[in-house]
């Protein structure tokens, strides 16, 4: 069955402490791993598409890179704004159907 | 260029009553998604559309929920007798499906539904 986990569940930073979030996939025929931010009370918001192994894109603090099993999105020297929910997705292959991972919730403290 | 749009924001009912959400996809996307979103819990696929044509619906409860994405006019998604259970945040993404992002879904606000 194909499957989305994002570790860790939460993660507390303080302002300026780089990380790294985890997506672990297991999916036929990956077709997309996207990223997406999303705040409280709020539709989530795009970052990231990323296509096959090796492959790197970057956004301000953000990084996401992917192999094939897993992606990561690195957060360099965060901030206090960068606070909010971080979902990995994955298109199914040979569906159109999208699984969501349950997402990491990021708090970053001044 | 406006984003997804979604309405209405909040929408209350009481059992038994009908629910219509309705999604209004970015200019120039013709493919809409809908999620359902518990609270403490991730996005779930429901149904996948373009104009006319249901393309997936695998993610649709068999009863009482359907979706349809007319030739004119917004996306729909339509609970009949809502049930408390049914109380969640209803996304809605559309897709260019085309283009180097050609996959990528953009998000609408959502529709938090409350059923009393």
């Known amino acids: 069955e194909d499957q989305v986990t994002q570790s860790p569940e939460a993660l507390r930073l303080q302002e300026g402490e780089s990380s790294s979030l985890n997506c672990s996939y297991t999916v036929s025929g990956l077709r997309g791993l996207f990223w997406y931010r999303q705040d409280p009370g709020k539709g989530p918001e795009f970052l990231f598409t990323l296509y096959s192994a090796g492959e790197e894109k970057e956004k301000e603090r953000l990084k996401a890179t992917l192999t094939k099993k897993e992606s990561f999105l690195h957060i360099t020297a965060p901030k206090p704004e960068d606070s909010a929910t971080y979902l990995c997705?994955?298109?199914?292959?040979?569906?159109?159907?999208?699984?969501f991972g349950a997402g990491t919730r990021l708090f970053v403290k001044a | 260029n406006a984003g997804v749009m979604q309405n209405p924001r909040h929408l209350v009912r009481r059992r038994g009553q009908e629910a219509r959400l309705r999604c209004s996809p970015m200019?120039?996307?013709?493919?809409v998604y809908w999620y359902r979103q518990l609270p403490e819990e991730g996005l779930k696929f429901m149904v996948y559309l373009q104009k006319e044509n249901i393309i997936d619906e695998s993610g649709m409860p068999k009863e009482r929920f359907s979706a349809e994405f007319p030739k004119e006019g917004p996306s729909i998604l339509r609970i009949q007798q809502v049930v408390r259970g049914d109380s969640a945040a209803y996304f809605c993404?559309?897709?260019?499906?085309?283009?180097?992002?050609?996959?990528?879904?953009?998000f609408g606000p959502g529709t938090r539904l409350l059923v009393l």
């Open positions: 993404a559309s897709s260019p499906r085309e283009g180097t992002n050609w996959e990528t879904q953009y």
């Open positions: 200019k120039g996307h013709s493919h």
């Open positions: 997705a994955v298109h199914e292959g040979g569906g159109f159907k999208t699984i």
